[in-house]
């Protein structure tokens, strides 16, 4: 059975792709993550920021990705992306940040 995660891809008003995704990224749904990046060619913001669980398959597709995203996140996440290490490879920002330069 595939976990609900729900996935919407929209643009800044500067151009950069913003991909928010909504409920639990995990094994079972992570070809759906996978392949809305991979729709993406550009730098891309992924909101994360109404996700409640990312397990090691919703990690390895960010990490795959890494080189050109920019992550927001809210509290409960940042403790697995800073753990893991993706914090370090790319942009993590809460959602009252402003856009990174060069996004």
């Known amino acids: 059975m595939t976990t609900p995660l729900t996935l919407a891809s929209?643009?800044?008003?500067d151009g950069t792709a913003v991909l928010k995704a909504v409920g639990e990224i995990d094994m079972s749904n992570t070809?759906?993550?996978?392949?809305?990046?991979d729709a993406i060619p550009d730098r891309v913001v992924v909101d994360?920021?109404?996700v409640e669980y990312l397990d090691s398959a919703g990690l390895s597709v960010?990490?795959?990705?890494a080189h050109r995203l920019e992550l927001i996140s809210g509290p409960l996440l940042d403790p697995v992306l800073t753990f893991s290490g993706l914090?370090?490879?790319?942009?993590?920002?809460?959602?009252?940040?402003?856009?990174?330069?060069?996004?």
């Open 87 to 103: 914090a370090d490879l790319t942009v993590v920002h809460g959602p009252e940040a402003p856009p990174s330069a060069g996004s």
């Open 48 to 50: 994360l920021t109404e």
């Open 62 to 65: 960010l990490f795959a990705h």
């Open 10 to 13: 929209g643009h800044r008003p």
């Open 31 to 37: 070809d759906a993550f996978a392949a809305a990046l």
